[in-house]
């Protein structure tokens, strides 16, 4: 079976997602647990669970992962955000637990200004100071590769490497490939020879038994562009070759592979056309 799906919304509920998902023909799924533009947090109640079990069940969805929200930056050097950032990402850990949730996806932060070296660290004594709060989480927390735009981190191997070498709770850590912000990171992807280079160096730095979740987006603009603008399959600057590899690529068959593509707001179902293109490519 192919773990395939898309981030879909939780309007209405957030059981509403899986059954959405299942509509598209779904096994996989990603999620905002709460408004991801808000600091505000959602408490859930026992029949927000309840739903959310019984629609996981009917579904028929056999992965989901939830996406922290975006104002969260552990590398933040304002300690005020810093703090918050903190919490925010402890309640989602308690949240995504709850539901059964096992992974939390993460963008690891950004420095503001401060320097690659002290964000990194920042951002591996933020995570310790979580695992201390909520020990008792269930959900693995993944972190994000990026494009490196602006003053983000993450955007290396190496980068992702120095968090996690800086964590304590190691087996509470995993990492999410995102196929557009690798390659406007640097890492070509476009023919066999330059996928089998960048997944050997993710293996080499990283190490692929901790990759849990692809996120399959093509990219607006070029390898090493640094800007972090998702395309719809195919009609991007990656192309379909990269996607075809990843879909036939063995070591990944049991992974969660997630669309982030654009939605767009035509008579187009982006969502289903995109799903579509990458299930053409799965060789029998």
Known sequence: MVLLGAHFSIAGGLHKALFTAHDYGCTALQIFTKNASTWKERILTDQDI???DVAREQSGVKSVCSHSSYLINLASPEESKYERSIKALEHELVRSS???????????????????????SCIAEGINKVFEDV?????????????????NLGYTFEQLAHIFNGVKAKGKIGFCLDTCHVFAAGYDLRTKRAYQETMRAFDRV???????????NDAKKGLGSRVDRHEHIGEGAIGMDAFRFIMNDPRLKALPKILETPKGKGPVDYDRLNLERLRALVKA
């Open 135 to 151: 020990p008792d989480a269930a959900s693995h927390l993944l972190l994000e590769t990026t494009a490196g735009q602006g003053s």
């Open 98 to 120: 709850r539901l059964s949730i096992p992974y939390v996806i993460m963008h690891p932060g950004s420095h503001m200004g401060t320097g690659e070296d002290e964000g990194l």
């Open 206 to 216: 990283i190490g692929l038994d901790r990759l849990c979740v692809i996120h399959v």
């Open 50 to 52: 309840e739903h959310f």
